[in-house]
């Protein structure tokens, strides 16, 4: 049976580097994005190159796109892995639709492909570092983050004060760490694992807006113990070897790669708090 892999978001700069890491695999390769034209454009070139390809323009805040990605690969064989990349960054959209396409699309998605997890299924649910540095202590927040497909949840989050874009993005990655953790058991029960990721600054065309338009960001690259930002193919190296049988017992957990980046902010906000209380 054909293995079957799922890559969302393909028409980002991560999304394009994993669907040519699985083509190259010989699995059978389905996108999906919003950019009709862009995923177009990425299935001939990567059939012109001998993969078979399916293209589904779609938008993953849809339940609808999410049930037709699952029949899609149900239809072509055997779900092998998902890079779930697709995602807005704080610049991009107002807070509701971070939120919704980061939290609620990645929700749809991983509802509509678990049941066809069998042995060796993984997903990669794409986060950030901004979901390691946000601290989350409010429970209110915890339990609006905790129903994103309740009719009600963007009203919920306002309530809550989730009404910038800055602020649904670290939480709405933050969340996604959690979902991994959650459905680690229930994919491992069918031999499946899941699993996320969470990049630093990547050279990428959202990487490279966030960098122009976020003074922040500029920090964030000096304080990267590899002194510089990190590549699309970088994070689809890990991405093929977290859905390899090398990466066989890793699940239900985060995996930073970002240069090292995280943990030299951590350290410089400790700091921070630290002269404050002097």
Request: proline letters at 5%; aromatic letters at 2%; glycine letters at 8%.
């Amino acid at each position: 049976m054909n293995s079957v892999s799922v890559v969302t978001g393909a028409a980002g700069g991560m999304g394009i580097a994993c669907a040519h890491r699985f083509a190259a695999l010989g699995d059978t390769v389905v996108l999906t994005d919003l950019d009709q034209p862009s995923t177009n454009a990425l299935a001939a070139e990567l059939a012109a190159g001998g993969a078979e390809v399916v293209a589904l323009p779609s938008d993953i805040t849809d339940p609808a796109a999410a049930a037709t990605i699952a029949e899609e690969v149900q239809r072509r064989g055997r779900l092998r892995a998902v890079a779930h990349t697709a995602g807005l960054s704080l610049t991009m959209a107002e807070w509701d639709r971070v939120l919704s396409v980061n939290l609620t699309g990645t929700v749809l998605l991983l509802d509509a492909l678990e049941p066809l997890v069998t042995d060796g299924t993984t997903a990669v649910c794409v986060a950030s570092q901004a979901a390691h540095l946000i601290p989350v202590t409010d429970p209110d927040i915890v339990a609006v983050l905790d129903h994103p497909l309740s009719d009600d949840f963007l009203a919920r989050a306002a309530e809550v004060g989730i009404v910038d874009s800055g602020t649904a993005y670290a939480l709405s990655k933050w969340q996604v760490l959690r979902l991994v953790i959650r459905r680690a058991p229930a994919w491992g029960s069918r031999g499946g694992r899941i699993v996320s990721l969470s990049p630093g600054i990547i050279d990428t065309p959202m990487g490279r807006r966030e960098l122009d338009q976020q003074p922040l960001m500029a920090s964030i690259v000096e304080a990267t113990p590899l002194d510089r930002v990190g590549h699309a193919d970088e994070i689809a190296s890990v991405i093929e070897f977290l859905c390899s049988p090398a990466a066989s017992f890793i699940t239900g957990t985060d995996l930073l790669v970002d240069g090292g980046s995280t943990e030299q902010l951590k350290s410089q906000i400790d700091q921070l708090m630290t002269a404050d209380d002097r």
